[in-house]
């Protein structure tokens, strides 16, 4: 029977990979998304994944998805927390309606669907969680404290969570993508990702490829023994 992996933020970037190398890995794939439903229809009807509209931010939300798909497909196995969003702004121009959707979307979300998941794999001893982090939350990032905040939560939750999994063959890892050539990257000033670009010793952006090859590695049957793990991919711009 093929696992049921749920990919937040599924649809587009770097999600619309991963649910693309996690489809050809034989998994049955269910891309969420929050609001662009031309971007999901368009992804839904070029790749035939299944997509799912709901906003992972939100708990009430979360809580009827996870239970649609269960009842449509069967229970959630592989989670993929991607969904993010950046509101970008230095700290004297930050508004708390800023802080609040960064923290709320990008890890509020990942207690969401870790929350209303993991007991079923507990019961089925079988879990492959993997969240989506960022090179910004190990090192910090200029114009960022609520993502480089939200993410580098992502990273204590991963190792705090694996914890918990482990002697049920739950795995918790991480990535921390650097930058990714994605809508999200492309919307930094170019001046400024010039200089960023010029700090990649690789010497080039990232791809969505890059990031969902680690994802697919990481949710394999095969890699029980790596729970707790934060897998840098970033062209070695940032060495941790
Ligand atoms: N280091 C030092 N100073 C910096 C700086 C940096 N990295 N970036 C900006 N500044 C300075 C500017 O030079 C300016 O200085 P002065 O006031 O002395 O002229 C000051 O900060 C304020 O700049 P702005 O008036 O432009 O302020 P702003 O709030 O409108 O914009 C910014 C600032 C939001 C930081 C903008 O420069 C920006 O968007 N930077 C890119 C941030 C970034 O890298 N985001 C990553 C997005 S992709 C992502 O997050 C994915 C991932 O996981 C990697």
């Given at each position: 029977?093929?696992?049921?992996?749920?990919?937040?933020?599924?649809?587009?970037?770097?999600?619309?990979?991963?649910?693309?190398?996690?489809?050809?890995?034989?998994?049955?794939?269910?891309?969420?998304?929050?609001?662009?439903?031309r971007a999901a229809d368009d992804f839904?009807?070029?790749?035939?994944?299944?997509?799912?509209?709901?906003?992972?931010?939100d708990y009430a939300e979360c809580e009827a998805a996870v239970a649609r798909i269960a009842e449509d497909f069967g229970p959630i196995e592989i989670l993929v927390n991607n969904a993010g969003i950046t509101r970008d702004r230095v700290m004297a121009k930050m508004t708390r309606?800023?802080?609040?959707?960064?923290?709320?979307?990008?890890?509020?979300?990942?207690?969401?669907?870790c929350r209303l998941t993991f007991e079923s794999m507990r019961t089925r001893k079988f879990g492959r969680i993997v969240n989506i982090g960022s090179i910004n939350g190990q090192a910090g990032q200029y114009?960022?404290?609520?993502?480089?905040?939200?993410?580098?939560?992502?990273?204590?939750?991963?190792?705090?969570?694996?914890?918990?999994?482990?002697?049920?063959?739950?795995?918790v890892n991480a990535i921390a993508p650097g930058y990714v050539d994605t809508d999200m990257v492309r919307a930094v000033p170019p001046d400024v990702l010039e200089k960023i670009v010029a700090k990649i010793p690789?010497?080039?952006?990232?791809?969505?490829?890059?990031?969902?090859?680690?994802?697919?590695?990481?949710?394999?049957?095969?890699?029980e023994f790596v729970t707790g793990s934060t897998l840098s991919i970033n062209g070695g711009q940032h060495m941790y």
């Open positions: 029977m093929s696992r049921i992996a749920l990919v937040t933020g599924g649809t587009r970037g770097i999600g619309a990979e991963i649910s693309r190398a996690l489809t050809r890995a034989g998994r049955t794939v269910i891309a969420s998304y929050a609001h662009n439903s839904a009807r070029a790749e035939s994944i299944h997509t799912i509209q709901f906003d992972a931010a309606d800023m802080w609040d959707a960064v923290i709320d979307t990008n890890l509020g979300s990942c207690f969401n669907l114009g960022q404290v609520n993502y480089a905040a939200a993410k580098s939560g992502i990273h204590g939750f991963t190792k705090a969570l694996a914890q918990e999994g482990a002697k049920f063959n739950i795995t690789v010497g080039r952006l990232g791809r969505a490829e890059d990031i969902a090859r680690g994802v697919v590695f990481l949710t394999a049957d095969e890699a």
